[in-house]
């Protein structure tokens, strides 16, 4: 509740204007019984036709300032609670802006957009229902029973009966309710997670045929969201009736006492009967609004986790233009529930403008750490340096500012393809877009597309290829011209061929940039500066291609897999050595298009590890 009457706060004027009009027409819904009564023993029984017209069009005029009032309070409330729905989901969406990749791998994607949607709904509703109805019930209640005192004060031990069974029974209810409805909420996230999964996948599942496989995970997903919501309105469906009965054996009670009730005052009998309906209603509209409550303080608890959520990264650093360089000293890091570290004492120095690359099994940590130097996440041991800064004493929005990340899965946004191109720098003029494209061999498909650099695209680039999509991420990368670029595994989707070419043109483009290359392939690695080798989340050794065809097993192991394990059984044949020249020659003519041009003579060489 401390999160709703946070939100609350912000709007006190239409709040208060809705409750003056909710309070304009709960008076009129009390005050029409009992000019009902003045009519029926002030006019009917007197036969006094003026007396009737008289209350009549008093009467009229209060259902007429009711319902002015009804539909102001409908008005204000409807924009009161799309107001304050609108202004929670923003707070959400910008405090996940906020979060590390920790912490939206522990609140887990699914449940956050359940959060945003069906939990602030549910929010929504409970502050409309209650500026609409909660408010009035109450209202009503307490009203009514003063009114049936006043018109009959041989009721009080009855209505003191009712008022404390129905208590009793809504307190039940809540109790109740609370956990049911906390668990429909999760039972929704995994609804939601199941789903996701299915569409992010679906080429997949259907290549495989997984069809039934994946309608199994729903119908689980989904009858457990039934069950679970079967549950829930299952105390609803105890409780109200319950309430219902006690609040009409106290009318069987009043009409029983009305055998005794004086001809003359049959007016306040009929009264005080539409007040006990009243009281009814006014009970049935709280357990209603109450179960609303139980489920939208389930959800508030929610939202406000989210909100309440502290970034597992603190951002203390301050401005820094850096130059490259880049030093991890002992670097540790483990997932959260993971089994074992992703990675494990890693120390080794990049220079500044040197290119490295970076290969290894699957699992062995090589996109781990990479995302350590832009702080996706920061390391749980040692130390990452940058120009000899740590990076956690560096502005976190002045440090990505200055890095450009591919990663393995190219991601697209709805949009232009100038647009999506333009994440990279928002100011760039059509001469550094197309420069950028063209360094990314991506000019000549964009121009054949209906529309050129104008064409939408659909949601993730569905209506591109997997190359494609990855030729425009490199050109988004370019077009920011960090200090640092990090592509990892970027030119998987793309032909032998393409691929040469793309790394070609990025060679000639890098100039003074800092390179971090990820690839599986050795004739991607074999032409950087150094290459660094891990294997189980730990480095197997780093040097030039030909250090480590000399001195790394590991290194040799992924070279036989790739190239051919028969060179290797001669290794004094010479076979090996003019394989390897062989292909040097026909992927890289390092005379004229080496990564960095002679510029890192100086700085070739092992580093301590």
Request: aromatic share 6%; charged share 20%.
């Amino acid at each position: 509740m401390k999160l709703m009457l946070t939100y609350i706060r912000r709007h006190p004027g239409m709040f208060l204007t809705a409750l003056f009009f909710l309070s304009l027409e709960t008076a009129a819904d009390l005050l029409q019984p009992t000019m009902m009564s003045f009519i029926v023993d002030n006019g009917v029984k007197h036969q006094n036709t003026g007396k009737i017209l008289e209350y009549g069009m008093i009467m009229l005029g209060i259902t007429a300032m009711g319902a002015l009032g009804a539909v102001m309070r409908n008005i204000y409330a409807t924009r009161t609670s799309q107001q304050i729905g609108r202004e929670m989901r923003l707070d959400i969406y910008r405090k996940i802006q906020t979060l590390s990749f920790e912490n939206i791998d522990r609140l887990q994607p699914s449940s956050i957009i359940t959060r945003i949607t069906n939990d602030v709904t549910q929010i929504q509703n409970f502050i409309n229902g209650s500026m609409r109805i909660m408010m009035k019930a109450p209202i009503i209640c307490i009203g009514a029973l003063i009114l049936i005192i006043w018109q009959t004060p041989r009721l009080i031990p009855m209505l003191i009966i009712i008022l404390f069974v129905s208590g009793l029974l809504i307190a039940g209810n809540m109790k109740l309710g609370y956990a049911r409805f906390n668990r429909l909420q999760q039972r929704l996230d995994r609804l939601n997670q199941v789903s996701r999964e299915f569409l992010s996948a679906i080429r997949v599942v259907k290549a495989f045929q997984a069809e039934k496989q994946e309608e199994e995970k729903f119908r689980d997903a989904s009858m457990g969201l039934a069950e679970a919501g079967v549950s829930a309105m299952r105390v609803m469906a105890v409780f109200g009736p319950l309430i219902n009965l006690t609040v009409n054996l106290g009318i069987v009670v009043l009409l029983r006492i009305s055998e005794t009730q004086p001809p003359g005052e049959i007016g306040k009998l009929m009264a005080s009967v539409n007040y006990m309906t009243q009281v009814l209603f006014a009970l049935g509209m709280v357990s209603f609004i109450l179960n609303s409550a139980v489920r939208a303080v389930a959800s508030s608890r929610r939202v406000a986790e989210v909100l309440e959520e502290v970034p597992a990264q603190v951002n203390q650093g301050s401005d820094y233009a850096i130059e490259g360089s880049i030093t991890f000293r002992d670097v540790s890091f483990s997932y959260a529930k993971a089994a074992r570290p992703a990675i494990e004492n890693i120390s080794f120095h990049v220079y500044a403008g040197e290119t490295i690359g970076i290969i290894g099994p699957t699992g062995s940590g090589k996109s781990t750490l990479i995302n350590l130097v832009p702080r996706f996440y920061d390391a749980a041991g040692g130390s990452i340096l940058i120009d000899n800064t740590d990076v956690r004493q560096i502005d976190m929005k002045k440090l990505r500012e200055q890095i450009a990340v591919v990663p393995q899965k190219a991601l697209l946004f709805s949009g232009t393809v100038l647009e999506n191109l333009r994440w990279g720098d928002e100011g760039a003029s059509m001469e550094e877009v197309r420069k950028a494209t063209d360094a990314a061999c991506a000019t000549g498909f964009i121009m054949a597309l209906t529309d050129g650099y104008d064409t939408r695209l659909e949601q993730e680039g569905v209506n591109l290829s997997g190359g494609q999509k990855q030729r425009l991420s490199i050109a988004r990368a370019l077009l920011r011209k960090p200090k640092i670029l990090i592509l990892d595994d970027c030119t998987s989707a793309l032909d032998a061929a393409t691929e040469a070419e793309v790394l070609k043109r990025l060679r000639q483009e890098a100039g003074d940039m800092t390179v971090l290359l990820i690839s599986q392939r050795i004739s991607t690695v074999m032409r950087t500066d150094r290459i660094l080798c891990l294997e189980d989340g730990r480095i197997q050794g780093m040097g030039t291609h030909k250090e480590l065809l000399e001195s790394c097993t590991a290194y040799q192991a992924i070279f036989d897999s790739q190239i051919g394990e028969e060179w290797s059984r001669e290794p004094d044949s010479g076979i090996k050595e003019h394989a390897v020249r062989q292909i040097e020659i026909e992927t890289d003519e390092k005379s004229d298009i080496g990564w960095t041009a002679g510029k890192t003579q100086s700085r070739k060489g092992r580093c301590g590890l």
